[in-house]
């Protein structure tokens, strides 16, 4: 089992930076992948970034292509994803994500979710 915690969510104005962090506990060494997906009211869960275990890798969706940095810090078993040039359409939960799959743009190939923390995105 893995269990997963994030944090660093919150309001900010439209062009302003948050950090997000996911902290996991318990079998880490079996997951191959991080990722973070979003879900706003109304939406589908939609993937966001995500990056493999040797941090090698990383991918991220369109929408968030060069202001969202996703990176990991295996040693504090610590994925963050930093978000800059925020946009309102930003706005949603915010969920981390733990998989064994090597395929990671897909929320049912991940094992195990985090609670979720809010991002809000003022125009």
């Known amino acids: 089992q893995v269990q997963l915690v994030e944090s660093g969510g919150g309001l900010v104005q439209a062009g302003g930076s948050l950090r997000l962090s996911c902290t996991g506990s318990?079998?880490?060494?079996?997951?191959?992948?991080m990722g973070w997906f979003r879900q706003a009211p109304g939406k589908a869960r939609e993937f966001v970034a995500a990056?493999?275990?040797?941090?090698?890798?990383?991918f991220y969706a369109d929408s968030v292509k060069g202001r969202f940095t996703i990176s990991r810090d295996n040693a504090k078993n610590t994925v963050y994803l930093q978000m800059n040039s925020l946009k309102p359409e930003d706005t949603a939960v915010y969920y981390c994500?733990?998989?064994?799959?090597?395929?990671?743009?897909?929320?049912?190939?991940?094992?195990?979710w985090g609670q979720g923390t809010q991002v809000t995105v003022s125009s």
């Open positions: 990056i493999r275990r040797s941090g090698e890798s990383t």
């Open positions: 318990g079998r880490t060494d079996t997951i191959y992948a």
């Open positions: 994500a733990a998989g064994r799959s090597s395929i990671y743009s897909i929320s049912s190939y991940y094992n195990y």
